[in-house]
């Protein structure tokens, strides 16, 4: 397993973590393949490599995610190209879409009106500004330990 971090400036640092893996097996109902490594497994869209097969796995620290957790109910379930389906969550002024795969519906059981986390990996900021009016007032956090009454 390595760590990749290339040398520039920290706010262009990505990085990534190379593991070797063994494919275990394809499910083609589902479009999808198991691959082992010495952490365990990962279930990731179809592989074109044989059962058995060593394959280097790429993961960017962009695609982990361990904040930004928002609860909501499943709005929508509407299945897409294999592996694919679209969830929909009502975060209640939000709907937020969720590209999940169809074994993830089965095993999870995802149903509409289920609640739910919605987990957020990355954003994009939008080109240009958004009037005050339009923007939604933040909840007051709780005082933290160094602040007075």
């Known amino acids: 397993m390595t760590a990749e971090a290339p040398s520039s400036p920290a706010s262009a640092v990505v990085l990534s973590t190379t593991v070797p893996a063994r494919v275990l097996r394809h499910d083609p109902k589902y479009g999808m393949s198991t691959l082992f490594f010495a952490d365990g497994e990962l279930r990731v ?9 060593g394959v280097s796995v ?5 695609d982990v995610s361990i904040t930004n957790r928002l609860p909501g109910r499943i709005e929508a379930i509407l299945p897409l190209d294999p592996p694919y389906v679209r969830v929909t969550f009502d975060l209640g ?3 937020l879409h969720a590209l ?12 509409p ?3 739910a986390w919605a987990m957020i990996k990355s954003v994009a900021i939008g080109p240009g500004a958004v009037r ?10 709780p005082a933290s330990d160094n ?3």
């Open 45 to 53: 869209p179809m592989v074109d490599a044989a059962i058995d097969a």
């Open 132 to 141: 005050p009016s339009e923007l939604p007032r933040p909840r007051r956090w």
């Open 147 to 149: 602040e007075g009454p």
């Open 113 to 115: 009106d289920l609640s």
């Open 58 to 62: 790429i993961i960017e620290a962009r």
């Open 93 to 95: 002024a939000t709907k």
């Open 100 to 111: 999940v795969t169809l074994e993830s519906v089965e095993r999870l059981a995802l149903e």
